[in-house]
């Protein structure tokens, strides 16, 4: 089973209780063709920096990232094109709309809570603010040039910060910066995880082993 797999099937786990089925329906077929890209991140950045090891939660803190990253994608698809201002649109487009609604909530929410008790809880709090941000300014300013804190690179960072935390590791700055440089490559909508995540990234998150969580600290704060 490839890491893709397991993110996915993580993901689908963790909205096993879902009801009504219909929902949950529209929940996995989004989960079905959506890039694993940032589930799988959080995997390698754990994985390639400890190989010996993989933590009992590292499948959930995968899963927790992807889903905010389903959640948060949907919602800005949903902002910029609005359903609900379709001219002539049915009253099963209607439906359809609220269901997205409510799973880009659900996602977020399902995401949430599977990264409450780790280290990266905070992180993921401040990647759906900087969104907010970002897209009332967007949507205010419709020509504006993508933000250097697009979904993309805020979600790559703490996919990083998840993974590299499973295994006891702090990320350093410089590790965090190139993991945002690296979703920054792309805008609103991300390739397979075996496209996006690239060798130069995989190779900083094998290095980052031989960093302690003093050294990782020091540099994050700018004191080596």
Known sequence: MDDAVRVRTAAQNALEAIDPPRLKTVLFERLKTAS???????????????????????????????????????TRTLSHEPPWERDGAALEGDLDAD???????????????LLARTE??????????TFGREQTQQLAEPNRAVSDESLE????????????????????EELLVAA???GRDYEDALPPAAAALSES???RLTESSTATPDEA?????GDS
């Open 36 to 74: 694993m890209a940032p589930g799988v991140l959080v995997w390698q950045s754990a994985t390639l920096c400890e190989p010996a090891r993989q933590p009992a939660d590292l499948p959930q803190r995968a899963a927790g990232v992807q889903l905010i990253y389903e959640g948060l994608r949907l």
């Open 99 to 113: 269901l997205d609604i409510l799973a880009a909530d659900i996602f977020v929410s399902r995401g949430f809570y």
């Open 201 to 203: 990234l995989r190779r």
């Open 217 to 221: 600290v020091a540099s994050s704060t």
């Open 180 to 182: 945002m440089t690296a």
């Open 120 to 129: 990266a809880a905070t992180a993921a709090v401040e990647t759906v603010q």
């Open 153 to 172: 690179a805020t979600i790559f960072s703490l996919a990083v910060r998840a993974g590299l935390t499973a295994v006891g590791t702090e990320p350093t």
